[in-house]
């Protein structure tokens, strides 16, 4: 019965390891949706943050079991709060596509953690301030933001894991138009659910 019990428990040993190792072409297609906060940064002068859905898909390519290139489309709504006196609320609610260019680095014994950072270039689908359109003359319609965040991935298969995601968003570039050297960033964060298919 022991020989039989420490028999079991070495393959199940050796099969767990097994899993967490990734060769160069490994694939992972993670779809995932989360909540977000994102605010306004006007020279250092923080809007209130407003709350939304995060969603989308990324992809890691594999260049051995401790480095990834992450990439992929997400859907973010960015923006801020400004009140407006004591009953008026103003809301820039700008939504974008993101495209992650990240280094993904992967660790702990069974490399169950990751660790993502990189830069991540996004193109604004929609503008509005509360229920307006803001006019494509007075916002950029691209930005760059540098990105990272911190991951944990539970193996249910080996080829399927469910991970649990935290992301940081910092812009880089002024989205406002306006001449008066109005200096305007979205920084935001998000919280994010995702399952992971291992092609």
Known sequence: MKKTLLSLMTLITFGLSNAQVKEKGV??????????????????????SNSGVEFGA?????????????????????GGKYDVGDTFLWEDKLNYLTIPINANWHFGSTRKWNL???????????????DMEIPSSDIESFQLGFNFGIGYKIEVTRRFGILLDFQYFNGLTNI?????????????????VGGVFHL
């Not at 594999?62 to 992929?72: E, H, I, T």
């Not at 993502?116 to 509360?130: E, Q």
């Not at 406002?176 to 994010?192: E, H, L, Q, R």
Request: avoid cysteine; hydrophobic fraction near 35%.
């Open 176 to 192: 406002s138009k306006s001449t008066n050297n109005v200096d305007i960033t979205n920084v935001g964060t998000s919280f994010n």
């Open 116 to 130: 993502n950072f990189g830069l991540a270039p996004s193109f604004l689908l929609d503008a509005k301030v509360n």
């Open 27 to 48: 694939i992972e297609i993670t779809p995932k949706i989360g909540a977000s906060a994102f605010f306004e940064n006007n020279e250092d002068d923080f809007t209130d």
């Open 58 to 78: 990324t992809v890691d390519y594999y260049f051995n079991d401790r480095w990834s290139l992450r990439s992929g489309l997400i859907f973010d709504k960015m």
